[in-house]
């Protein structure tokens, strides 16, 4: 697209996923490399760490072993390390580009330099002073690969960093402790500093690539490229820069103006989900009900093209507002003998047997708990899969109270079982003196799944499922002690055309998060995905009644434009709701994952709930205390 009629300031490559990206940027990577040796010279990159560069590293890896590409005239300069921080620890920034890359290519390790978490304190400003002139000396950064927060920073320079800075020691914003405390025990592991190339430093750079994956990242980029030049969003700053190329997914590219209001940025072709976005989003913009929006809004707000082509907005409004009542329905599972062809669901076959794929032990309950509810309480024959063991995010603290419980019950029962004290005694030393991000062992990998199992079958009997509805999956791509998984594999694939094949359902809920393309979820939903596309493939005729509804994880809810099917909640449910998730006590107060949200996964789940009533109510429906909101997946 021209940048002349764009909102864009930067230029943006959008792949459809970001395998795709990062063999692009690995390409061009692979370019500046070969054509920097034809020269005789040595080509200098700036790196980045975190999650979004991990596909790009492997991709350059790839390139090495089998397309031969050598990294010997390559020269480095990572952008950061976290402060205080040994070079060996697991969330070290030195250890991430060692095993990542350095250690897997030709690099000669004396070109590589990165910040030094393990630097006195006194030292810190004349290394960095060493650290800008090491650039310099090196000719300057030909490519500069980076990453970028949800708050804007590039490199660890924090919204507020100054458009001048260069390398320093900079205290790092809470949110992004928050958001990083996910690779450390809890937030307050998170160093509370860190070593950054400045935003000046970056800026020398001769070209510049900023990458970003997923939905999480779409409000930023949006503000980054679209917005003014601000400190308050670091990344907006490299609208300055001559050579500055965005390369992300769809997911993360999705709040450009050209996605989000394709109206506004040129011709469109007025579809019926394009025209309920607009009218929805002119709606709740403007705080007005839809059927009372007037010729003059759409007129006001860029929508007179479709006035021109669709008529009267009293028409338009109509036709919006109908497909908006008709996603409301108290009956996930469709209504009995019910003619309206517009409901949600089908009436028939009733009862159907729904399958609930729940990643991980608790996303059932808090993000279709209600929906759970109606199922089984309307008669569907329910069944739950619970994807993952859930074991990561279970406190030492919480299964030392269990072992202690199981140690007090074999004294007191008096019971003489060798193994078993054995492996409880193992326990407990272990966890006492388990080093900070030492992994778990198989025992107590397998107590914190115990755990997490117990709690799940507690919610289940408490919505009133049978045991032989509940099916624990523990998929192997999620065994690996690790907070990083292992992609989807075979095996997961398998497990879960078997179990389909055994239930042939009638209607299937999985969750549908796209927010975050490393995450578990997403693999649990690509998993699914495969396998139903393989089932398809195999001739699996069950298929063809079978629907699928995605519902979002406990971070997000789907766009109220997007919602196909909103199952209401009373007062009533939202609290029987509540209280299903009370169950999960692991999760409860301070959890291992919390993400950049402090309240509790009930609150989230409630607030959420209630949010989306909300928005249905200002559009001009009905109130209720709480809706949960699905979209049907074509598959
Ligand atoms: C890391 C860095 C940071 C990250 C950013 C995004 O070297 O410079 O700016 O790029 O925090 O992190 P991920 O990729 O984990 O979302």
């Given at each position: ?22 063999r ?43 397309e ?11 952008l ?63 490519l500069?690969i ?5 708050n ?116 469109t ?33 860029g ?119 054995q492996?409880l005694?193992?326990?407990?030393q272990f ?21 997490r ?29 690790t ?6 594999g ?44 393989r089932?398809k ?77 909300g ?19 074509h598959?």
């Amino acid at each position: 697209m021209s940048m002349v009629d764009s909102f864009e300031k930067i230029p943006v490559k959008i792949f459809s996923t970001l395998g795709e990206g990062s063999r692009f940027i690995g390409k061009e990577i692979a370019t500046l490399i070969k054509e920097k040796s034809a020269k005789g010279e040595k080509a200098v990159l700036g790196l980045a760490t975190g999650s979004s560069p991990k596909s790009l590293y492997a991709e350059l890896v790839r390139l090495h072993r089998e397309e031969g590409l050598s990294f010997k005239n390559v020269v480095t300069f990572n952008l950061d390390e976290y402060y205080p921080l040994d070079n060996d620890a697991l969330q070290s920034y030195n250890r991430f580009m060692k095993e990542q890359l350095f250690n897997k290519v030709d690099i000669d390790p004396k070109n590589c330099h990165i910040p030094n978490g393990e630097w006195k304190k006194e030292d810190i400003k004349k290394h960095c002073l060493e650290y800008e002139k090491m650039i310099e000396d090196a000719g300057g950064i030909d490519l500069q690969i980076l990453g970028i927060g949800n708050n804007g920073h590039i490199g660890f320079n924090e919204p507020g960093s100054s458009l001048f800075s260069k390398t320093r020691l900079i205290p790092l914003d809470n949110s992004t402790r928050i958001a990083n405390s996910g690779d450390f025990q809890n937030i307050s592991k998170v160093p509370r500093l860190a070593i950054t190339m400045g935003i000046s430093t970056i800026l020398k750079a001769k070209r510049i690539v900023l990458m970003a994956w997923g939905q999480l990242k779409a409000p930023v980029i949006q503000k980054a490229v679209e917005g003014n030049v601000t400190e308050q969003i670091p990344a907006s700053l490299l609208q300055q820069h001559n050579d500055c190329m965005f390369v992300t997914d769809e997911m993360a590219a999705s709040d450009l103006t050209r996605f989000k209001s394709p109206w506004l940025t040129g011709e469109t072709e007025w579809t019926p989900a394009i025209i309920r976005k607009a009218v929805v989003n002119m709606a709740l913009k403007l705080g007005k009900p839809i059927l009372s929006l007037t010729n003059s809004d759409y007129n006001d707000n860029g929508l007179s093209d479709l006035l021109v082509e669709k008529g009267d907005a009293y028409e338009i409004n109509l036709q919006v507002f109908y497909v908006l009542r008709d996603s409301i329905s108290g009956w996930p599972g469709g209504k009995p003998a019910d003619t309206n062809p517009a409901r949600p669901e089908r009436s028939t076959p009733f009862p159907k047997r729904s399958l609930i794929f729940s990643p991980h032990p608790d996303d059932d309950i808090i993000s279709m708990g209600g929906t759970f509810m109606r199922l089984h309480d309307q008669g569907h024959d329910v069944h739950v899969a619970y994807q993952t063991s859930g074991n990561i995010a279970v406190t030492d603290e919480f299964v030392t109270r269990f072992l202690d419980f199981a140690v007090g019950f074999e004294v007191l029962a008096g019971i003489d079982s060798q193994k078993s004290s054995q492996i409880l005694q193992e326990a407990t030393q272990f966890l006492k003196k388990k080093k900070a991000s030492e992994i778990d062992t198989a025992e107590i990998r397998q107590i914190k799944g115990l755990i997490r199992r117990c709690e799940a079958k507690a919610t289940c009997r408490y919505v009133g499922l049978e045991d032989n509805n509940i099916h624990f999956m523990n998929l192997p791509f999620y065994e690996t002690g690790t907070i990083e998984k292992k992609p989807m594999g075979e095996a997961d694939v398998l497990q879960t055309m078997e179990l389909l094949r055994e239930l042939k359902p009638q209607q299937i809920f999985a969750a549908g998060d796209l927010a975050d393309p490393h995450g578990t979820h997403k693999v649990c939903l690509d998993i699914i995905f495969e396998s139903m596309r393989r089932l398809k493939a195999a001739g699996d005729s069950w298929l063809k009644d079978c629907w699928l509804w995605l519902y979002k994880g406990a971070w997000q809810e789907w766009d109220i434009s997007e919602i196909e099917m909103a199952i209401p909640m009373s007062p009533d449910q939202v609290m029987k709701k509540r209280f299903g998730i009370f169950i999960h006590q692991s999760q409860k107060d301070m959890v291992p994952f919390q993400g950049s949200d402090s309240r509790e996964f009930w609150q989230r789940a409630e607030d959420r709930n209630a949010n989306t009533a909300g928005l249905y109510a200002q559009l001009g429906l009905t109130k209720y205390a709480g809706i949960e909101a699905f979209v049907r997946w074509h598959y």
